[in-house]
């Protein structure tokens, strides 16, 4: 069973770092490309960016409101991809989720049960 | 950034009821979009790929369709256990982008 758990989130300050890790069971974690989502409370979902697989480069996008602030990587020989959150702000508050992308076709097909981030004083 | 505009917002609706959301795209996209359900506190769901193509297990009362910049999810027959918050997403270029969400409530 294909499975996606995240952890590290909690209560930051602004200005200060987190690290969130999504440690993935159930598949070859390293054939694929892994998404991060964030959803900010009472709000749509909004995609943060993405790292690929090490076949395609291990290359990563991300969304304009965090480039330059957080950077994804991957530890494919312990099925971890990490998202570090620097310079965080307060409209960084949100659960983030991370997400499996399937790399021939328009989807991401599992997605784990998300950490919240609060960023506050 | 692909702006993708999702209409309407939110509607109610009975069990039973066709139920369809669109999903416009800023610029076309092919057939590069995704639909997804999401249950209060819970992560989102696939439902459809690539615009039309049913996600395994999930019910064949769900349906899409569209190319281009114009993308409808449709529900033939409203269930209770549909009630919830439907996304879409593109895949066309960087950055992905998500639709604003549509929630289905109970008339």
């Known amino acids: 069973e294909v499975q996606l758990v995240e952890s590290g989130g909690g209560l930051v300050q602004p200005g200060r770092s987190l690290r969130l890790s999504c440690t993935g069971s159930?598949?070859?974690?390293?054939?694929?490309?892994m998404n991060w989502v964030r959803q900010a409370p009472g709000k749509g979902l909004e995609w943060v960016g993405f790292?690929?697989?090490?076949?395609?480069?291990?290359?990563?996008e991300y969304a304009a409101s965090v480039k330059g602030r957080f950077t994804i990587s991957r530890d494919d020989s312990k099925s971890i991809a990490y998202l570090q959150m620097d310079s965080l702000e307060t409209e960084d508050t949100a659960v983030y989720y991370c997400?499996?992308?399937?790399?021939?076709?328009?989807?991401?097909?599992?997605w784990g049960q998300g950490t919240l981030v609060t960023v506050s004083s | 950034a692909i702006q993708l505009t999702q209409s309407p917002s939110s509607l109610s609706a009975s069990v039973g009821d066709r139920v369809t959301i669109t999903c416009r795209a800023s610029?076309?996209?092919?057939?590069?979009l995704a639909w997804y359900q999401q249950k209060p506190g819970n992560a989102p769901k696939l439902l459809i790929y690539?615009?039309?193509s049913l996600e395994s297990g999930v019910p064949s009362r769900f349906s899409g369709s569209g190319s281009g910049t114009d993308f409808t999810l449709t529900i033939s027959s409203l269930q209770p256990e549909d009630f919830a918050t439907y996304s879409c997403?593109?895949?066309?270029?960087?950055?992905?982008?998500f639709g604003g969400g549509t929630k289905v409530e109970i008339k």
């Open positions: 610029q076309g996209i092919n057939r590069a």
């Open positions: 790292i690929r697989s090490k076949p395609y480069g291990g290359t990563t």
């Open positions: 997400t499996r992308r399937v790399t021939s076709v328009a989807a991401t097909d599992y």
């Open positions: 159930g598949f070859n974690f390293g054939d694929y490309a």
């Open positions: 690539d615009a039309s």
């Open positions: 997403q593109q895949f066309n270029s960087y950055p992905l982008t």
